[in-house]
């Protein structure tokens, strides 16, 4: 009777083990999913201020400045100071982004030739952005098919939505079958400042 509760017992403890295990595993596949949108997004968030500072040479070197000499460059590295003196904890990206984000907002409205170097500058972001977050998300190992990138949300944020694979094991127990699914979850980056004032860019979805 003794060695029959003990059997009981210990296959229970197992059985027990098996479930935890695997649910623990959930959170871990959740996890790895989690920290891949985030950092793919945030990588994301680079190429498209890269795209700006671009644009704003484009605008400050382009002819029309021989017949109006007013440049943004000035602009913005006032505001970059500005922003230093009052927030010296913040990261150098973080006031550079800030700065980009003021200025541009300050500056789009009525201003065709500007607005073409901006939309001209996300579009080739876009392409640049695929590449960057299919990179990301393979190097670590997320499932690319189901993914994808929306630009921009409602909060003016890239959206990287991306799954892990999540398999369940059965160590053993053969009432407990091998099952796997895909474990979705989405990361933001920062929000993007001066897209409010883009005038002939629509948000989409970019499926990979």
Known sequence: MLIFVLSIFTFILLVLFTALFNFSTVFVAKEQAANCAQQASLAATKDIYEAMEDAIIRYDTSP???????????????????????????A???????AIDHVLSAWLPGNAELQGYVRDGLSRAQGQIVDVVSTILEENHATLEGSSIQLFNRDDRIEVNTSVRFTTEPLGFDFIPRDSAQVYQTGQSRRIGFLDEVVGWSSHTIPL
């Open 64 to 90: 029309a400045r021989l017949l109006d000499p007013v440049f943004i460059t000035p602009d913005l590295e006032r505001e970059e100071r500005e922003l230093k003196k009052n927030h010296p904890d913040w």
């Open 92 to 98: 150098s990206v973080e006031i550079r982004y800030t």
